[in-house]
């Protein structure tokens, strides 16, 4: 009845009809695989009876096996299985909205996380001692017991401490939130998450003791310098990326080897770019 008497809101109604009837076409183009600009055709048809040809040649090596006890031979059932999942994702796995460099490098990707996912589970359902010893049989490495860095025994403000925590934590730092502001395009949000994850470490300190951190190394090297450094270096090359103009040729185009090898590193970087707005805080189910 609202809808009816009101104008504006029977307007709007419409319009988020529409959005939602684009939004559902541009997903059906995302899922079925479409690339309009495809630079080497043969690259992108359907091979999908050599790759199981492939599959099936080496899923046929476990025939052949006679040797080696339960463990190896799990290991290496283990490792035919994440093969096996590797190329059924390649194959049918959805490659979402990326198609640079090339969407099958976007199927394996998912893969792996499906492998890892699995992994997860078989590790959440043991105990510690039997989750570090199923680690050993990945890495030998890992019988080795790490040597835990405290970084709250000492909290003055003093040059020799402030140099002392720099390790290589701090590049993946800010690294890590330089990616974070690639993927999620909003200062706001991306600076929400890192106070938030402070909190949540100090929350955590008890549990995870190389979670205790003075005060300073909280809030003025985490936040201020490796996260906030990460996220606005990210913000500037998401517009950088926005306001750039794409024009794409193809690599045939191109009569010079040097332009031909441009063209080729060009292909690992976006297609197009997109500006992202989440509304983050519009309203309280939003930010649920």
């Known amino acids: ?38 630079n080497v055709p043969i690259l992108y048809k359907s091979h999908r009876l050599l790759a199981l040809i492939c599959l ?32 059924l994702g390649a194959l049918v796995f959805p490659r979402g909205p990326f198609i640079r460099p090339h969407p ?11 492998i890892y996912e699995l992994v997860l589970i078989l590790l959440l359902y043991q105990n510690k001692k039997d989750a570090r010893k199923l680690l050993w049989y990945v890495d030998d490495a890992l019988n080795i017991p790490l040597e835990e860095k405290e970084y709250a025994t000492n909290c003055e403000v003093t040059w020799r401490n402030i140099v002392g925590q720099f ?23 991306l600076w929400h998450m890192s106070i938030t994850w402070e909190f949540l470490e100090m929350s955590l300190s008890y549990m995870l003791p190389n979670f205790a951190e003075c005060w ?23 517009k950088y990326l926005e306001v750039k103009e794409y ?13 031909k090898v441009n063209r080729t590193i060009l292909q690992f970087t976006p297609e197009s770019w997109i500006r992202v707005e989440w509304d983050y805080f519009r309203n309280v189910r939003r930010y649920m």
């Open 1 to 38: 009845l609202m809808q009816a008497s009101n104008p504006s809101l029977q307007q709007g109604y419409r319009d988020s009809k529409r959005s939602d009837e684009a939004w559902r076409q541009r997903r059906d183009e995302i899922d079925d695989g479409i690339v309009e600009d495809v």
């Open 56 to 87: 099936a040649s080496f899923l046929a090596i476990g025939f052949r096996r006679d040797n080696g006890g339960m463990v190896e031979n799990t290991m290496t059932a283990c490792r035919a299985g994440a093969g096996f999942i590797l190329v």
């Open 104 to 114: 099958v490098i976007w199927r394996l990707v998912f893969a792996f996380l499906v």
């Open 167 to 189: 390790d290589i934590f701090v590049l993946c730092h800010g690294l890590g939130w330089l990616l974070k502001a690639l993927v999620l395009r909003d200062r706001l949000i």
């Open 216 to 238: 300073w190394d909280h809030w003025v090297m985490d936040v201020l310098l490796c996260n906030g450094v990460g996220i606005e270096l990210g913000i500037w090359i998401c």
């Open 247 to 259: 024009k794409w040729h193809s690599i045939f185009e191109y009569k010079t080897l040097c332009g």
